[in-house]
Nanobody
């Protein structure tokens, strides 16, 4: 599967932004999808993930209550709605896909994802 993320840009703190990740191929529904971010000088971290059905979601504590992940199988797209962003949310955001079985837990590690998009940059101004 090939992934293309877009929707990043400059946003003021307290505003909103929606990231999208479009997948190619016919098996989008076979993948767990995740959003990761990497700020300068920091390791890549999992922001959110969503199960194949959309019934299980994960959020990092730092974004819980502000960000919402969703997926649209018909459009083969996963979204990350960013509400009330903060300057510390500034990073390059990557979407990723994993064929792994969840086993009752969310996939949050970079090594658990096989496919990655190119990243879209988000800058939150104070």
């Amino acid at each position: 599967v090939q992934l293309q993320a877009f929707g990043g840009g400059l946003v003021q703190a307290g505003g909103s932004l929606r990231l999208s990740c479009a997948a190619s191929g016919r098996t989008f529904s076979s993948y767990v999808m995740g959003w990761f971010r990497q700020a300068p000088g920091k390791e890549r971290e999992c922001v959110s993930s969503i199960s194949r059905s959309g019934g299980m979601t994960y959020y990092a504590d730092s974004v819980k209550g502000r960000f919402t992940i969703s997926r649209d199988s018909a459009k083969k797209t996963v979204y990350l709605q960013m509400n009330n962003p903060k300057p510390e949310d500034t990073a390059v955001y990557h979407c990723a896909a994993s064929p792994r079985v969840l086993g009752g837990r969310a996939l949050t590690k970079t090594e658990e994802y096989n496919y990655w998009g190119q990243g879209t940059e988000v800058t939150v101004s104070s």
